[in-house]
């Protein structure tokens, strides 16, 4: 019986090497004679030495692959053929020394099937063994005893075995009614047993169960693949994807194969050039993308020694290690790995696509009801024609004759609302070197281009599809380099090219009128009127600098020179375009890392953008960048900081920049309070008006200046008065406090909330005249949403804990400020500056590092002991990456302008943040 498998010639080392067969059977033999006839024992014996054979045929296929990152195939075929041997093993011991029959009648045969994944005999190091035992008619007891005689040596062996016993009439039956199983019966191999039955099965299997059953197999697994790709988050750019089950992943390859296998009985891949389903170059494609997958899946499963498929950020840097990946300059050795992880994704989906159209032709694939039921046909341009609803090319010929006619498919499907045929994709990829050098400096060129962004109403489409077929690269080399590009944090959802078309898809979105409640501002930029060409450009190009070693605004502006002339814009549009790929940061960092209630934040900004044209430009590119990187990125919180910073500074354009000073500020601030508390007398209004000093007026909105104002009213010295309120404007929640005033007062506060796992987005306290302190703090739970109003009660009894001394927050801190293991792989150099010009009153420090539970608490703590005055903090968080910036000033209330004291202070915030760093991690 252990003789039905041959030994292949195709694995990642010599056969004999992984499972010495000769040897086995020797020390077996030795074994078993030992254990006499008593079942325990003989169990106990062949699991002994299969266990050595199988612990060291994985250490020699491990240890092979480790040489041979890249060879997966003959991995995945050495790991199913280990197995193997070690299944014919245990079942000749089961039938021939456990269960032995010297005349069996007809009823008592079985046959043993490998089936599914290492039916194909393909496994990774971690796979199920997935086996069917099948017996000519109802199981009899002898069947029954070798099946769970085998299986109990499997187990014991701690194999993860997936086990069916069943006649072939059960798999016909069972077959017809569930698809999971008919798929696992599609790739059954014969491992050993009865040779006749299993030829019988194979022939039933094929005339009773597939045959004539294409179409709904063929739904069903289209169906199977659309819903494993929406569990799995439906996008092929996912920051952690899913190796098997994500879309462009393992899964769908094999889905393809299933296909194929169930039409044309195709035994192998290569079979799918032979039935006209791909190319000779889609079949290589196919076997690239394949085997990287499959050798990424390995290393997961050989670092984690569990089956687990997900490309976790930690994993992500351990197997483009092991793959011999390394960095290179701009970019980390994990991010040109996954770069290759995202290129081949996106090659899985180009074959997927081009084979579920071959099937549509061949009427195999149902068209979708709807589809059929309102289909017109659509008055499409002269030289194509619709096919299977399709845009598709008429004549191929008289198409290449021209190459601007590969953008005039683009836009072509734009204007008609049709998917492009995958024959036409083919046609243009097979021809992508038509795009050259003069067709790049062709006006006609260059107005189709800018047709495609500006005239049909979603760019993003024929982007996305010109990206795909790299078009986009070939008409725009310098696009090529950030193609698939994933950037290695947890701030960016998207690779850089998937992210510059979701910062266009926004801008599409806002100007079809669909954001004016989520974007009322941008909307009305839009609607008042601004350069589109410009705008579009500059969102094109703004992340183009990626991936080198420069800072990517300067080397995109560059670029941006370059490019935008070849695009067909004017000398004056080209400066404005570099100008916005240049500062597309500078109105984000000025509204989440700096203080908008300091008049200086506001004239500094105003200074750099100069005019009102610039301003409309970089707000709306700024909110289509912030909402392209995610999903959940943008929120109220973002929205209120830049919505305040474009008011505040379209003001100061029209009305002059002097009219930003901060006596006018509090002047107005005084007598908002007085009309808001109009029920006040004069006497408790004057009071309240004259114990603050002037920045408390200036930073703070008249809602929190009422709030206060009551908080203090009856205060007496001992009390803690505090407000907890939902800011829904802000997407957080706002607290309070009135206290008597002490040092470290916002230490201690920032100690409280991190106990309470709150998120400080904003902070701000003062002092005011007769000893009390008055501080404000915007907080946001882990969700990055406001808390809700039933949690607040606990809030606010933890933080009176703390400031009174019952809890010791840094003590409480040290259990609870670890990092989760998948983050522990991100690393973020810290850099600390100094500020003196940014304000008027305060040197503003900027601490840029890695951020972690606590790390504003020890940061302000750091502060208070070196006696420095903490006036407010501004927190902008981006993944693992946090900027705290604190307006502060000294004990005696100056600036600090010593560079000796400078070093000193970031020599001591440096130490708390390394210290905390190593406490995270342990």
């Not at 010297?102 to 796979?127: C, D, H, K, L, W």
């Not at 002097?658 to 109009?678: C, F, I, P, T, Y």
Request: with cysteine; net charge negative; proline share 3%.
């Amino acid at each position: 019986m252990k003789d039905a498998v041959s030994t292949p010639d195709n694995l990642i080392c010599p056969a004999r090497d992984i499972f010495d067969t000769a040897s086995v059977d020797a020390r077996l033999t030795e074994a078993l004679a030992s254990a006499g006839s008593d079942h325990m024992a003989v169990r106990k014996a062949v699991v002994s030495v299969l266990s050595q054979a199988l612990g060291h045929g994985r250490q020699v296929i491990a240890d092979a692959f480790a040489e041979h990152p890249f060879s997966a195939r003959p991995t995945v075929h050495a790991y199913s053929w280990l197995t193997d041997c070690v299944i014919l093993t245990a079942l000749d011991v089961a039938i021939n020394h456990m269960h032995p029959l010297a005349t069996p009648t007809n009823s008592e045969r079985i046959t043993v099937f490998a089936v599914g994944g290492y039916g194909r005999g393909e496994m990774a190091p971690q796979s199920d063994v997935d086996l069917l035992f099948l017996t000519p008619y109802k199981i009899t007891p002898w069947a029954e005893s070798v099946i769970e005689s085998m299986l109990y040596i499997l187990w014991d062996l701690k194999l993860k075995v997936g086990h069916s016993s069943r006649t072939i009439r059960d798999c016909l039956r069972l077959g017809a009614e569930d698809f999971t199983i008919r798929t696992a019966l599609l790739e059954n191999r014969f491992l050993a047993g009865d040779r006749q039955m299993a030829d019988h099965f194979r022939k039933r299997l094929w005339h009773e169960l597939f045959d004539g059953t294409e179409r709904e197999f063929i739904e069903a697994k289209l169906e199977e693949r659309d819903e494993r790709h929406r569990k799995q988050g439906g996008q092929r750019y996912m920051v952690e994807p899913n190796v098997k089950e994500g879309k462009g992943g393992l899964r769908d390859l094999q889905s393809l194969f299933w296909i194929a296998k169930y039409l044309h009985r195709v035994d192998s891949v290569a079979e799918l050039v032979d039935v006209g389903m791909f190319t000779t170059e889609e079949l290589d494609t196919f076997a690239k993308a394949e085997n990287f997958l499959w050798a990424v899946r390995c290393h997961i499963h050989l670092i984690t020694r569990r089956p687990t498929d997900q490309l976790t950020f930690d994993l992500q840097v351990e197997v483009a290690e092991r793959m011999g990946y390394c960095d290179t300059s701009g970019r980390r050795a994990v991010e040109v790995f996954m770069q290759d992880y995202f290129r081949h994704a996106t090659a899985v989906g180009d074959l997927t696509r081009i084979f579920l159209t071959k099937l549509e032709a061949a009427h195999v694939k149902s068209e979708p009801i709807l589809q059929r039921l309102f289909r017109r046909k659509r008055k499409l341009k002269d030289g194509y024609e619709e096919v299977h609803g399709r845009l598709a090319i008429s004549d191929d010929k008289q198409f290449l004759s021209d190459p601007l006619n590969i953008l005039r498919l683009f836009e072509e499907g734009l204007r008609t609302g049709l998917l492009i045929h995958p024959d036409a994709m083919r046609l243009v990829s097979a021809n992508i070197q038509l795009i050259d050098e003069d067709m790049r400096n062709d006006p006609g060129a260059q107005k189709l281009f800018l047709d495609l962004l500006l005239k049909q109403g979603n760019p993003e489409r024929a982007l996305r599809r010109m990206n795909e077929l790299d078009v986009l690269s070939a008409f725009i080399p310098e696009f090529e380099p950030i193609v698939a590009l994933m950037q290695f944090n947890m701030y960016h959802s998207y690779t850089v090219d998937e992210h510059t078309i979701q910062c266009i898809s926004n801008l599409a979105q806002i100007e079809r009128g669909e954001l004016v409640e989520d974007l009322p501002l941008s909307s009305s930029i839009l609607k008042e009127g601004v350069n589109r060409k410009v705008l579009y450009v500059a969102l094109l190009l703004h992340d183009i600098g990626k991936g080198r070693d420069e800072d990517h605004s300067i080397v995109g502006a560059q670029i941006a020179r370059k490019v935008a002339p070849r695009l067909g814009l004017k000398p004056k549009e080209v400066d404005t375009v570099e100008w916005l790929v240049r500062y597309h940061l500078l109105m984000s960092d000025m509204a989440q890392k700096r203080d908008i209630a300091d008049p200086r934040t506001v004239r500094d900004f105003a200074k750099a953008v100069q005019t009102k044209e610039r301003l409309d430009l970089l707000c709306v590119l700024t909110v289509c960048d912030i909402r392209g990187v995610g999903p959940n990125t943008w929120n109220n919180w973002k929205a209120s900081l830049i919505r305040a910073l474009y008011r505040q500074t379209r003001r100061a354009m029209e009305g002059g920049l002097e009219d930003l000073n901060r006596e006018q500020r509090g002047s107005d601030a005084k007598r908002n309070l007085r009309d808001a508390l109009d029920d006040w007398p004069a006497k408790d209004l004057k009071r309240e008006t004259a114990r603050h000093y002037p920045p408390y007026w200036q930073g703070l909105h008249v809602t929190a200046h009422v709030v206060f104002a009551r908080l203090l009213r009856d205060l007496h010295e001992d009390d803690i008065a505090i407000d907890l309120a939902i800011d829904e404007d802000r997407d957080a929640t706002r607290a309070c406090f009135a206290l008597a005033d002490h040092p470290g007062i916002f230490s201690r506060l920032a100690g409280a909330l991190a106990l309470v796992g709150a998120n400080v987005v904003d902070a701000r306290t003062y002092t005011s005249k007769d000893g009390f302190a008055t501080a404000a703090f915007w907080i946001q739970d882990a969700e990055g949403s406001p808390y809700e109003a039933e949690r607040l009660q606990r809030l606010r009894d933890m933080i009176r804990k703390t400031l009174k001394g019952d809890v010791v927050a840094g003590e409480a801190i040290r259990s609870r400020d670890k990092l989760k293991k998948r983050e522990r792989a991100f690393k973020v150099p810290t850099h600390i500056t100094f500020d003196n010009e940014g304000s008027e009153i305060y040197t503003i420090i900027e601490v840029d590092t890695r951020d972690r539970p606590g790390l504003l608490y020890d940061l302000t703590r750091t502060l208070a002991n070196a006696n420095v005055y903490i006036n407010s903090a501004v927190i902008a968080t981006y993944g693992e990456q946090v900027v705290d910036t604190f307006y502060v000033k000294d004990m005696f209330g100056l600036k600090f302008h010593s560079e000796a004291k400078q070093k000193a202070l970031e020599k001591k915030l440096r130490t708390a943040i390394s210290e905390g760093a190593v406490r995270a991690e342990t």
